[in-house]
């Protein structure tokens, strides 16, 4: 349009008439290019007064001022509306009149029951009213009906405020009135011993003879635990010391339950749960609670280690190991070691042992060690603090169609916690199936809660939603959040 043209630039900043005179040193670098792309077209730009620049400050300004509520409009539909005529016909506790709008030669129906006349608002524009009200701040339910009935009256008004301020899906996905806290869901019990272990990982620890992360094991059927120091969290290194740790000493597993980390989803991994034949099962994102055994052994250790007061942590680990393995159990009525081992570990300062053996044949201990091996049965984990936990599941999330997802633990300032609404694919007792981005994942319903989603608007939904933050927001491995310049593009 403009090139092969000659044409000036009029502008009412007179300092922009001297860019092309001015030295090329007083410039930084991005206004010689800025400057240097408008030269391709033209050179000659000329002042004029800002009262004059009318052009310009007309393209600059708000091309239309919108009322919330056009009066106008709002008159001509009560002239024809049915429901407005019944009541004038037939009488209601409602006393209508017309009334002259300020500033315009306007008359529409207000109820003057009250100090404050109110206008009879037909069916096109309750939800326009409604939105102008509530959007304002996005109040609660009660609030925004006190809002309308003292401005607006229409039949019905406040059940269809309580019922759009409930379908209202920024207040769903910024507000937060009770998160989801489903009751725990139990594990099957194991069929037989060193069938079922649980990993995960500790760290990054205080750097200590070079290692600072813990590979942690824990086996369900005898609470056995396990932690070998790791120099990185790598997932082959994390291959390697669940092949040289456990696998070499107690066999293949038949079941690896572990969470979502990048070293547990890794190819390694899956394919040398191949190779053994073990079944790999996955624990929802932000649920730890799915794999409660090794978090708690976490704790555990933790505080073992910190009470030993030493900084080198890999030399109190094997000590801390022998006293959590040594421990007595209530919901086992055992120790870790004595449903292993068949009898407790000695410890440190025992001089006697408290079942001598006189059994010298070894064939014949075999024997009596089978056998009382075979008669264990593996015992349900007991759930610490669960007669005093208040759990709470939506009533409505059982049927909902669509849901919200709760964000995880790190968030920008201001972000809203919800993210949604998006549509469920498969419902199960813990876990639901929802379809994002295009994508089936499976979520914990402790991270959900039902979508309140108007019946027009329920079909139109995108499922490409550009809020969900996993997949958008990029970070490093540090945790630092990746943005990318914006560069000029002329």
């Keep these: 349009m403009v090139e092969a043209r000659n044409f000036a630039i009029i502008t009412d900043h007179k300092p922009l008439t001297f860019a092309f005179t001015t030295h090329r040193t007083s410039c930084s670098p991005r206004q010689f290019r800025y400057l240097d792309f408008i030269s391709q077209f033209t050179t000659d730009i000329r002042y004029i007064a800002g009262k004059d620049n009318i052009v310009a400050d007309t393209l600059s300004r708000i091309n239309e001022i919108s009322m919330p509520l056009d009066y106008q409009s709002l008159a001509s539909e009560q002239d024809t509306d049915s429901e407005l005529h019944d009541l004038l016909n037939n009488?209601?506790?409602?006393?209508l009149e017309k009334l002259r709008t300020p500033g315009q030669d306007l008359q529409i129906y207000c109820d003057v029951s009250t100090p404050n006349p109110r206008p009879f608002i037909t069916p096109s524009f309750r939800r326009q009213v409604f939105n102008a009200l509530h959007n304002l701040s996005h109040p609660g339910a009660k609030a925004t009906v006190k809002l309308a009935t003292q401005r607006f009256v229409w039949p019905g008004i406040k059940?269809?405020?309580?019922q759009w301020a409930k379908e209202c899906q920024h207040?769903?996905?910024?507000?937060?009135a009770r998160h989801?806290?489903?009751?725990?869901?139990?594990f099957m019990l194991p069929s037989a011993r060193f069938r079922h272990i649980h990993l995960d990982l500790i760290g990054p620890l205080p750097l200590c003879s070079g290692y600072r992360y813990c590979l942690t094991i824990v086996y369900r059927f005898t609470r056995w635990p396990e932690a070998y120091p790791l120099q990185d969290m790598t997932a082959e290194t994390c291959t390697i010391a669940l092949t040289n740790g456990w696998i070499s000493r107690f066999g293949c597993p038949e079941?690896?339950?572990t969470d979502r980390g990048r070293q547990f989803l890794s190819h390694t991994l899956k394919e040398l749960a191949a190779l053994v034949s073990a079944t790999h099962h996955t624990t929802t994102s932000y649920h730890p609670a799915a794999n409660g055994l090794v978090e708690r052994l976490h704790r555990q250790l933790k505080t073992a280690i910190t009470c030993h007061s030493s900084s080198n942590w890999v030399e109190v680990l094997p000590w801390v190991l022998l006293g959590i393995r040594s421990a007595w159990k209530e919901d086992l009525q055992s120790s870790a070691a004595e449903l292993v081992y068949g009898e407790p570990l000695r410890l440190p300062g025992q001089f006697f042992s408290p079942n001598p053996n006189t059994e010298t044949d070894p064939t014949t201990v075999a024997g009596r060690l089978r056998a009382h091996v075979s008669r264990l049965t593996p015992q349900p984990t007991s759930w610490h603090g669960s007669s005093s936990r208040i759990f709470y599941v939506p009533?409505?999330?059982?049927?909902?169609m669509h849901v919200f997802v709760r964000q995880g633990p790190a968030r920008r300032s201001l972000e809203a916690p919800y993210s949604g609404p998006f549509k469920?694919?498969?419902?199960?007792f813990k876990t639901f199936d929802v379809e994002i981005q295009g994508r089936t994942q499976r979520i914990s319903i402790d991270r959900l809660k039902p979508a309140y989603v108007a019946r027009e608007t329920a079909e139109t939904i995108p499922q490409n939603r550009s809020d969900y933050s996993q997949a958008t927001t990029k970070t490093t491995r540090s945790g630092r959040t990746v943005r990318s310049p914006d560069y000029y593009r002329p």
């Design 171 to 176: 207040c769903q996905r910024s507000k937060v």
């Design 255 to 257: 079941h690896i339950t």
């Design 395 to 400: 009533k409505d999330l059982r049927t909902s």
């Design 159 to 162: 059940r269809d405020c309580r």
């Design 91 to 95: 009488g209601s506790a409602l006393k």
């Design 424 to 428: 469920v694919v498969r419902r199960d």
């Design 180 to 186: 989801t806290s489903a009751p725990l869901a139990s």
